[in-house]
Structure formats: structure tokens, C-alpha cells
């Protein structure tokens, strides 16, 4: 089974930077897709960002594209959520997210919440 672990949360004022970590394991497939999401109070879970691994391709919601960016680190198995120009509607819990099926990414990209691999979410405070 594939582990994922996140880091990287934290409270910032508005315009500031973070960036999320995701160091994952047990990666036996060929074909993986990582992701983020996250979940505001009170509302749904949302997808934020995906990538593809093996290709890189990065694909983002409407509401963070230009603001953050999805990226890996393939020697240490980890993924990487730079968010920056932060603001208050960015405060969530954000979730690692994994799978191994491309069919998944269809899901992501309608803003589907789906994967068969989640992190234990780290929290992002956001103050105006």
C-alpha cells in the first residue's frame, strides 16, 4: 500500500507563502497521480492541484491557478504544494492524495474528490 505523509502547514497572513511537503511509499505501480485538496470549515472537500508523476503534467482548480504550483522531488518520493499570494479563502485542512489509475485525473479535473491514498491533512491558516 502506498503511505503518504504531509508537512509543511502553518498560519501566515495574507499574501504569504507556504509550501506543503508529501513524502509517500510504497509506490509498486508503474503510473501514479499525487494531488492535493483541502477542506475549508464547514464545506467540502475540494481539489486543489494533481500531477502526474512519471510525466509531470500538473493540472490546477481555477481558484489557486498562478498562486500555487504542484511539483516533485522523484529521488526522495515526495511531492510538493507551493502556494503563494496566499488569502484568508485559502484557510483549510489540505489533504495528500494518491492513486494509480489515470482515469482518477478525469475525476480531479471535473473537481471530483477521489483516490484510493490519503494523507492524514495538514491545516493552513490564512489571516486577512
Known amino acids: 500500500q502506498v503511505q503518504l505523509v504531509e508537512s509543511g502547514g502553518g498560519s501566515v497572513q495574507a499574501g504569504g507563502s507556504l509550501r506543503l511537503s508529501c513524502a509517500f511509499s510504497?509506490?509498486?505501480?508503474?503510473?501514479?497521480?499525487m494531488g492535493w485538496f483541502r477542506q475549508a470549515p464547514g464545506k467540502e472537500r475540494e481539489f486543489v492541484a494533481g500531477?502526474?508523476?512519471?510525466?509531470?503534467?500538473?493540472y490546477y482548480a481555477d481558484s489557486v491557478k498562478g498562486r500555487f504550483a504542484i511539483s516533485r522531488d522523484d529521488a526522495k518520493d515526495t511531492v510538493f504544494l507551493q502556494m503563494d499570494s496566499l488569502e484568508p479563502e485559502d484557510t483549510a485542512v489540505y489533504h495528500c492524495?494518491?492513486?494509480?489509475?489515470?482515469?482518477?485525473?478525469?475525476?480531479?479535473?471535473?473537481?471530483?474528490?477521489?483516490?484510493?491514498?490519503w494523507g492524514q491533512g495538514t491545516q493552513v491558516t490564512v489571516s486577512s
Open positions: 510504497g509506490r509498486t505501480f508503474e503510473w501514479l497521480l
Open positions: 500531477m502526474v508523476w512519471d510525466s509531470g503534467s500538473t
Open positions: 492524495a494518491a492513486d494509480d489509475s489515470p482515469l482518477t485525473l478525469g475525476e480531479w479535473v471535473r473537481g471530483r474528490v477521489a483516490g484510493n491514498y
